[in-house]
């Protein structure tokens, strides 16, 4: 296919040619021409408005940005503990304290926190995009770890605003799932994900998953980054559909589980099925309140049926 190349102006200077101080823009990004025929199938079209590419970044800056990411002094703070299994770890770069430690999100003019004071080529990077920031922060996930089906900005106000992914260490089981689909988000690229819709993370083998992720309110700015969103061959792959021998498999496991007193894992088992199969949303909590109903444990279906609603209310 016809590809072109948009060089995206980090520090002011027009596309085309540039003096030497414009040429170390950090990203340049590289699109098709035309849109692919996996892009304009319906099923994957719903995957691209929730995921998708939006530029390539120059490995040197990536690099720059990964070292300062791995010798950063803390790992930062377990929060969001209802969404998570444990083992994500975020840090703050801007927000609205400068306390690194300060990480749950929030509007405002954020400052930079002590952290990005002493990343100097992460803070040129984002000051060159040029964007119109509400928080950011640094997010570890680590091995065997998992952030549970949910949606985000449901507690903001209602303005338009945008997440985008940084991955500065990850690797292939590091997935994304979200419309019925693993997506992978390589490093090497900024990413824009749309996380009023619903998504989980998992990180099933590891090492460490390190992304800089930033909220950013919409302006101009944004528009002209995001202009062409993007998958390539191999980003996605569709889950499968879970068959009803597979769901009364996993609900057994699951009641053996439980009645051997390992409630907890239990649960688990039946939460990581929306990294394995394409379930309809909130399908994993839905499985959780049919086990403990089938056990008669009345309160526990009832905490998850909330738990539900909870984790994927919408904005």
């Known amino acids: 296919m016809r590809q072109f190349a948009l060089a995206v102006s980090l520090h002011g200077c027009p596309p085309g040619p540039h003096p030497t101080t414009c040429q170390e823009d950090p990203m340049v990004t590289t699109l098709p021409a035309a849109v692919t025929a ?3 199938d319906p099923v994957r079209a719903e995957v691209l408005d929730q995921v998708a590419r939006l530029a390539d970044l120059e490995e040197p800056a990536v690099e720059q940005m ?3 990411a791995l010798g950063a002094p803390t790992r930062g703070v377990v929060a969001y503990g209802e969404y998570q299994s444990g083992g994500w770890w975020t840090t703050s770069l801007m927000n609205h304290s400068g306390d690194p430690h300060d990480v749950v999100i929030g509007d405002g003019r954020p400052r930079p926190t002590s952290l990005l004071k002493a990343m100097p080529a992460t803070a040129r990077f984002l000051d060159g995009l040029g964007l119109d920031f509400m928080y950011v922060r640094l997010a570890r996930l680590e091995p065997h770890s998992y952030l549970w089906e949910h949606r985000d900005y449901a507690e903001l106000r209602d303005t338009g ?4 992914h940084i991955p500065l260490v990850t690797n292939p089981s590091a997935v994304l799932v979200t419309a019925g689909a693993r997506v992978h988000m390589a490093a090497g690229a900024l990413w824009r994900l749309t996380p009023s819709q619903a998504h989980g993370v998992c990180n099933s083998t590891g090492p460490d998953r390190l992304h800089l992720i930033a909220d950013v309110y919409a302006d101009d700015a944004y528009g002209a980054l995001a202009a062409r969103p993007h998958l390539r061959d191999g980003d996605a792959a569709d889950l499968p559909e879970m068959t009803s021998a597979d769901r009364a498999g996993l609900l057994e496991r699951a009641g053996q589980l439980a009645e051997l007193g390992f409630t907890d894992a239990a649960e688990q088992t039946l939460l990581r099925a929306f990294y394995t199969y394409a379930l309809p949303e909130g399908g994993a909590y839905d499985l959780i309140a049919e086990l403990h109903a ?6 526990d279906a009832s905490r998850w049926r909330a738990a539900k609603a909870h984790l994927l209310a919408r904005p």
């Open 161 to 164: 605003r945008h997440r985008l």
């Open 294 to 299: 089938g056990r008669g444990a009345d309160a």
């Open 66 to 68: 990964r070292a300062e």
């Open 38 to 40: 996996a892009q304009t």
